[in-house]
C-alpha cells in the first residue's frame, strides 16, 4: 500500500513540478531538447545494463567486456575534472574587468547560484575560454595561457581593437555563465560521456563478428546486441546535435541579451569589402579567429570517432547571425519536440522493460498479468510527465496580449507524441520478441498497454490546457509564500490522508486489495467531490453556494478561506504566521477529505447492494468524470473574463499593462504615447468593470479594481472613470462596513483588504460618497496593530497603507517602527524572485530608510540582470518591476539600457497588439 | 611572420572578411601544409565557437596561389614602396591608380585578379570585378599602413 501511495505521490510531484516550472518563462528552445538528449542517454545506459545481463547469463565475454568498458569510460569521462593547471601568467586585463564588473553586479545576490567569481589563467588542454563551478557555488572563469595571448593581441591596433576585444570577452564570459545558470553543463557532459563511451560497442561488434567468423558455434546474440546498441547511438547522436547548437545558441542569446545595447550594436557590426550581400559581423571573425587559434591536429581515427558521435553545433557563420536575430531566444517548436520526447520515452520504457525483465527472470518467474503490470507502470511513468511537458511547451516565443490557449496545437503535439512512443515501443518490442533476448509480456498485453497511454495522453491534453498554459506576462505575488497555505497541505493531505483511507475503504468494501487497484475509483470520486463542492462555494449561484459543504473558498493572499461543515472561517497570514496557517490548511484537508472518501464508500456499499463488484468500480470510475463535468455547469463569476478584450482584465495582467506604461514612460516616451492611446481605446468597453466589481463573498477583485481604475486615470480617461464610478460605488457599499472590509461575519477587518477598498475611492474619486476620512483612521488603528502584533509575512500592505496615509497628509505610525517590522522579514534580507522589489524601494523611501536603499542597489541590479537572463520577452512583470525599482533608486544607469530597450520594443508589441483586440471586437 | 607573409595575409583577410582576423594563422598552416581547422568535439564549459565553413576554408586555400602571384608580379612592391613612403604623402586613389596601371601592363597579372574575381563571385553570389579586387588590396595596404610598427614591418 505504502508503494503505491508512493508510487502515486511520485507522479503527482512530478506533474506539478512540471506545471509549476511556469515553462511560458524560459526561452527558446534548450529545456526540451535538454530532457530530450538526456532521456535518450539514459536509454543507452539501461541498453548497457541489459548487455551485461545477456552477457552474464549467456555467458559472453565479449558482451561483458564490452559493456564494463563502457560503463568505465562512461564514469570516468563524467567524473574528470578537464580544468588546466593554473599558470603564473597574469589575468588579462579585460577579462578582470568584466569579472570585476560582474562581481559588482552579483554583490549580495547569492540567489542567481553564484556565490564568488573570479578569473584565472590556466595552461594545458582546458577549453579556450570556460568556466568551472566549484562548490558552493563558486564559479571561477578559466582562460587558457594562449588564449590572454590571443586577447590582448586584438587589443593592438592590428587586431580588433581594444573596445571591442572588451566587448568580445565580456560577451564569452556571460555566454559560459548563461551555461551554468541555464544548468545545462552537467546534462552536456553525461550525455557526452555516454555517447563517447558508446563508441566502444564498434570494437565489440567487430570482435562478435570475428568471433561468429572464427569461433564454430558462436552465438549471434553478441553481434545482435551490439548492433542495437550501436543503431540507438547513432539515433542518439543525430539528437545530439540538436542539443549541442540549442546549447550554444540559448547562451549566446543570453549573453547578448545582457549586453548593452550599443556593446552589443558594435559586435554585431558588419564590415568588409562586399557590396549587395551582407559582410560578416564582427563577432563572426573574432570567433573564427578563436577557433583557429587551436592547434589544427589531426587527431586521428579515434578523434575523428569522437568528433562524429558528438559534433560542434551550428557552425560559427549560423551561430553568429542567430545572435543577432534571435530578439526573442528562439522560437518553439513543439511538434518537433513531441515527436522526438515519444520516440526517446518509447525506447527508454522499452530499455527499462527489457532491463527489468533480464534481472527478475532467473529470480522469478513472471506470469504476463505481472510483466504487463510491470510494463505499464514504467510506461505510465516516463510518458504521463513527458507528454505533459510538450503538451505544455506550445507557448509563443514571446508575451501576447491575444489569446494563445492553443488547443489545436496541443492536440497535434499529443498525437504526435503518442504516435512517437507506440511506434519506437513497438519496435523495439518487435526487435526483443524476435531475438528472444528477454521474456516480454505478450503481444495483447502490449497492445492494450500501448492503448492505455493513449489515455495517459489524452488527459495530459487536458491537464496542460487546464492548468499549465499562459500567455506570458509572468507574475509577482503579494504573498511570495502563499503555497505554504493553498498547495502544500492539499498535496500533503492526499498523499497522508486521500490515497491510504482509500485503500482502507476499498478492503473495507470488499472491492479489492490495494493490487488491484479498486480504491482507485474511490480515491478518484472523493477527490472529484471535493472539487465540485469547492467549486459550488465559489459559485454566483446562492442555492449552490449554500450546499457545499466542505470547500477552499474564492479568497486570495493574504486572507485565505476554507469551509468546513457549511462553516466559513479564514486564515490572515498578516495576522498568524505561515506555520500555524499551513497547520490550520492541513487540519482543513484533514477533515475535509475524509468526508469525502466516507460519503463514496458508503454510496458504493449501497450500489454493492444491486450491482456486482466490477460494475459498481466502473460506475464510479466513468460517474467520476461526470461528476467533474458538472465544473463546466456550475456557474461562476470567471465566466465574465471572456473574451479577448475581457480577459486581459486579470490581475496579473493588468500589472503588466500598468507597469509596462509606466516603464515605457521613462525608457520610451514614444512607445509609451502609442500604448497609452491603445489602453485608452481598451478602456473604453462598455463591459468594464462588471467583472471586476467585488462582491462579500469575493473581495479579491478589488486588487484587479484598483489596477483598473490607475489605468483609467494614467491614461487620462476621465469620462470612463465617470462612466464607472456609479457601480463602483455601489459595489464597495456592499463589501465596507463600519468603514473597513472584513472577509465574512463576525471576522476581523482585513488592513490589506481595507486599504485597497481606501485607495479605490481615493483614485475613483468617490470620497465624498463614503466616510473616507474614517477609513483612513481605521487603516492607522490597523497599521498601528499590525506593526504591533503582525506578521512580516507579507509588505504590500504595509506599503499601500503608508502610501495612502502619506497622501492624504498623515504621517503614519513612527518611520522607525516601520523600519524595525521591516527588518525583521526575510522578504526585505532575502528577496524572492517573485516578490517586487519596487515596493521594497517605495518602502524605504516612505520610511526614509537610507540603510534598505542601500541594501537594494545590488539587489536591483542582479536581479535585472536575472530577468534578461530568464525571459525578458516573457516573463515581463519581472523585468518592469526590476526596471521601475532601479528607477526609484535613482540607478537607470547603462546597465539598464539592455532593459530600457526591450521595454520600448515590448511597448510597442502590445499597443500594436491591444489595439487589433480592440478594433476586433466592434 | 615575412613581410610578405603579412601583406598576403591581410590581402586574404580583405578578400574573404570572414577570415578577416584568422587569416595569418590559416595562412602559416597553409604553407606547412598542415590541414587548416583540426577536428574538434566540443567539451562542457568552454565558449566553443562551432565549426568553421569548409567552403570558406577551401576558398581561402584556392586563394593563396593567386594572392601569392599577384604579390610576385609587381604588386608586392608597390605595396612596399606605399608603406614605407612618409605618412603624409600616401593616398589611398594613388595606389589604387598605380596597382590599376600595374594589372593594365601584365595581361597574366589581369588574368589573375579576374581569376580571384571570379572566385569570389561564386562564393558571394554577386558580381565581383577585378576593380572590387584591386579596391581590397588597397584597402588591406591602407589598414596595413595604419599598424603601429608598420614601418617595421617594411
Not at chain 1, 550501436?230 to 549573453?255: G, P
Request: aromatic residues 6%; hydrophobic residues 50%.
Amino acid at each position: 500500500m505504502l508503494t503505491i501511495s508512493a508510487l502515486i505521490v511520485l507522479i503527482v510531484w512530478i506533474l506539478v513540478a512540471i506545471i509549476r516550472d511556469h515553462p511560458e518563462r524560459k526561452p527558446g528552445n534548450l529545456a526540451p531538447i535538454q530532457l530530450i538528449s538526456a532521456l535518450g542517454a539514459w536509454a543507452l545506459v539501461l541498453a548497457n545494463a541489459s548487455a551485461i545481463a545477456i552477457a552474464i547469463r549467456d555467458g559472453s565475454a565479449i558482451l561483458f567486456c564490452t559493456a564494463t568498458a563502457t560503463f568505465a569510460i562512461t564514469l570516468i569521462s563524467f567524473l574528470r575534472d578537464d580544468a588546466g593547471r593554473i599558470a603564473d601568467r597574469e589575468t588579462p586585463k579585460s577579462v578582470k574587468l568584466v569579472v570585476d564588473d560582474l562581481k559588482q553586479l552579483l554583490g549580495g545576490a547569492p540567489r542567481l547560484g553564484i556565490d564568488s567569481l573570479e578569473a584565472v589563467v590556466v595552461g594545458g588542454r582546458s577549453p579556450g575560454i570556460g568556466v568551472a563551478v566549484a562548490q558552493q557555488g563558486r564559479v571561477i572563469v578559466r582562460v587558457r595561457r594562449d588564449v590572454a595571448e590571443w586577447l590582448e593581441r586584438h587589443q593592438q591596433k592590428d587586431g580588433a581593437g581594444a573596445a571591442v576585444a572588451a566587448i568580445f570577452t565580456r560577451f564569452t564570459v556571460l555566454h559560459e555563465l548563461a551555461h551554468v545558470l541555464n544548468g545545462d553543463h552537467r546534462t552536456f557532459r553525461f550525455v557526452r560521456s555516454v555517447l563517447i563511451a558508446n563508441l566502444v560497442w564498434i570494437a565489440g561488434a567487430a570482435a562478435a563478428a570475428a568471433s561468429l567468423v572464427f569461433a564454430s558455434g558462436a552465438s549471434a546474440t553478441p553481434l545482435v546486441v551490439a548492433g542495437t546498441i550501436i543503431l540507438l547511438l547513432v539515433t542518439q547522436s543525430l539528437v545530439a546535435r540538436r542539443f549541442i547548437a540549442e546549447r550554444e545558441r540559448l547562451a549566446d542569446w543570453r549573453a547578448m541579451q545582457t549586453l548593452p545595447p550599443a556593446d552589443a550594436a558594435r559586435l554585431l557590426e558588419r564590415r568588409g569589402r562586399r557590396r549587395g550581400v551582407p559582410n560578416p559581423t564582427e563577432l563572426e571573425k573574432l570567433m573564427t579567429d578563436l577557433k583557429v587559434q587551436a592547434p589544427a591536429r589531426d587527431g586521428g581515427f579515434v578523434s575523428r570517432l569522437i568528433a562524429l558521435a558528438w559534433p560542434e553545433g551550428d557552425d560559427i557563420h549560423q551561430r553568429s547571425e542567430r545572435a543577432g536575430g534571435d530578439r526573442a531566444g528562439g522560437a518553439p517548436r513543439p511538434v518537433l519536440w513531441a515527436a522526438l520526447m515519444g520516440m526517446q520515452c518509447g525506447l527508454l520504457s522499452m530499455s527499462l522493460l527489457l532491463a527489468a525483465m533480464l534481472v527478475a527472470t532467473p529470480w522469478i518467474d513472471p506470469e504476463p498479468v505481472i510483466s504487463s503490470l510491470g510494463m505499464s507502470a514504467i510506461m505510465t511513468l516516463i510518458s504521463a510527465p513527458a507528454a505533459i511537458f510538450c503538451e505544455l511547451r506550445v507557448d509563443p516565443a514571446r508575451m501576447s496580449v491575444r489569446k494563445v490557449k492553443h488547443t489545436g496545437r496541443r492536440v497535434i503535439v499529443g498525437v504526435v507524441f503518442y504516435l512517437a512512443f507506440a511506434v519506437s515501443a513497438l519496435t523495439l518490442y518487435r526487435f526483443q520478441v524476435r531475438l528472444d533476448v528477454a521474456l516480454m509480456p505478450p503481444w495483447p498485453f502490449f497492445a492494450v498497454t500501448v492503448m492505455m497511454i493513449a489515455v495517459v495522453v489524452g488527459l495530459g491534453i487536458w491537464v496542460s490546457g487546464a492548468f499549465g498554459i499562459h500567455d506570458g506576462g509572468g507574475e509577482l505575488q503579494t504573498m511570495p509564500r502563499s503555497s505554504w497555505v493553498q498547495v502544500f497541505p492539499l498535496l500533503a493531505g492526499m498523499a497522508l490522508v486521500l490515497v491510504p483511507l482509500s485503500v482502507v475503504a476499498s478492503q473495507w468494501l470488499g472491492i479489492g486489495s490495494f493490487r488491484s487497484g479498486g480504491w482507485v475509483p474511490l480515491m478518484l470520486m472523493s477527490f472529484v467531490g471535493y472539487i465540485v463542492s469547492t467549486g459550488m462555494a465559489r459559485s454566483t449561484n446562492p442555492a449552490l453556494r449554500m450546499i457545499a459543504p466542505m470547500a477552499m473558498l474564492d479568497t486570495t493572499a493574504p486572507v485565505y478561506g476554507f469551509r468546513v461543515f457549511w462553516r466559513d472561517f479564514y486564515v490572515d497570514l498578516s495576522r498568524t504566521t505561515l506555520a500555524r496557517g499551513a497547520a490550520a490548511a492541513m487540519a482543513v484537508q484533514v477533515v475535509a477529505m475524509p468526508f469525502f472518501v466516507v460519503g463514496v464508500a458508503l454510496l458504493m456499499q449501497a450500489m454493492l447492494g444491486f450491482f456486482p463488484a466490477n460494475t459498481t468500480l466502473a460506475v464510479t470510475f466513468f460517474g467520476a468524470f461526470g461528476v467533474m463535468a458538472l465544473i463546466l455547469v456550475i456557474p461562476d463569476r470567471y465566466r465574465a473574463y471572456s473574451g479577448p478584450s475581457a480577459r486581459l482584465l486579470d490581475t496579473d495582467w493588468l500589472r503588466i499593462l500598468d507597469a509596462l506604461l509606466a516603464a515605457a514612460r521613462i525608457s520610451s516616451p514614444a512607445a509609451a504615447d502609442r500604448l497609452n492611446a491603445s489602453l485608452a481605446q481598451w478602456l473604453r468597453d462598455e463591459r468594464f468593470p462588471d467583472a471586476l466589481l467585488p462582491e462579500p463573498r469575493a473581495v479579491w477583485p478589488l486588487a484587479p479594481l484598483l489596477t483598473l481604475v490607475r489605468l483609467a486615470r494614467e491614461t487620462g480617461e476621465w469620462d470612463v472613470l465617470e462612466r464607472w464610478r456609479g457601480r463602483i460605488e455601489h459595489s464597495l457599499r456592499q463589501i465596507i462596513s463600519n468603514d473597513t472590509v472584513a472577509l465574512g461575519p463576525r471576522q476581523p477587518p482585513s488592513m490589506h483588504w481595507t486599504t485597497v477598498a481606501a485607495t479605490i475611492v481615493d483614485e475613483a474619486e468617490l470620497r465624498g460618497a463614503f466616510p473616507f476620512e474614517r477609513m483612513l483612521d481605521r487603516i492607522e488603528t490597523l497599521l498601528d496593530e499590525r506593526l504591533e502584533h503582525g506578521t512580516a509575512n507579507l509588505l504590500t500592505d504595509l506599503v499601500a497603507a503608508c502610501r495612502l496615509l502619506r497622501r492624504h497628509g498623515r504621517p503614519g505610525p513612527d518611520p522607525r517602527r516601520i523600519r524595525n517590522f521591516v527588518r525583521s522579514s526575510s522578504l526585505v534580507s532575502h528577496p524572492l524572485l517573485r516578490q517586487s522589489l519596487a515596493e521594497l524601494c517605495e518602502l524605504a523611501d516612505l520610511t526614509a530608510d537610507a540603510e534598505l536603499r542601500e541594501r537594494l542597489g545590488p539587489i536591483v541590479r542582479s536581479r535585472s540582470w536575472e530577468g534578461l537572463q530568464l525571459n525578458p520577452r516573457k516573463d515581463v512583470l519581472l523585468v518592469l518591476d526590476c526596471y521601475l525599482a532601479a528607477a526609484c533608486l535613482g540607478e537607470l544607469d547603462a546597465r539598464q539600457q539592455a532593459a530600457g530597450v526591450i521595454i520600448g520594443e515590448l511597448a510597442e508589441r502590445v499597443s500594436g497588439e491591444l489595439m487589433a483586440v480592440v478594433t476586433g471586437e466592434r | 611572420m615575412t613581410q610578405e607573409n603579412t601583406i598576403a595575409a591581410r590581402i586574404l583577410g580583405e578578400l574573404i572578411p570572414e577570415l578577416e582576423y584568422a587569416a595569418p594563422v590559416l595562412l602559416e598552416r597553409s604553407e606547412r601544409g598542415d590541414p587548416l581547422v583540426g577536428t574538434t568535439s566540443p567539451t562542457d564549459l568552454g565558449f566553443e565557437t562551432g565549426s568553421v565553413d569548409s567552403v570558406l576554408l577551401e576558398l581561402f586555400k584556392s586563394l593563396v596561389p593567386y594572392v601569392r602571384t599577384i604579390l610576385g608580379w609587381g604588386v608586392l612592391i608597390v605595396i612596399q614602396g606605399w608603406l614605407s613612403a612618409g605618412r603624409e604623402s600616401r593616398h589611398h586613389d594613388e595606389l589604387v591608380a598605380t596597382l590599376n596601371a600595374l594589372i593594365d601592363e601584365n595581361g597574366k597579372l589581369r588574368q589573375t585578379v579576374e581569376r580571384i574575381a571570379e572566385l569570389l563571385t561564386r562564393r558571394d553570389g554577386a558580381t565581383v570585378t577585378a576593380g572590387d579586387v584591386v579596391e581590397s588590396i588597397a584597402e588591406a595596404t591602407y589598414h596595413l599602413g595604419e599598424r603601429d610598427g608598420a614601418h617595421s614591418c617594411v
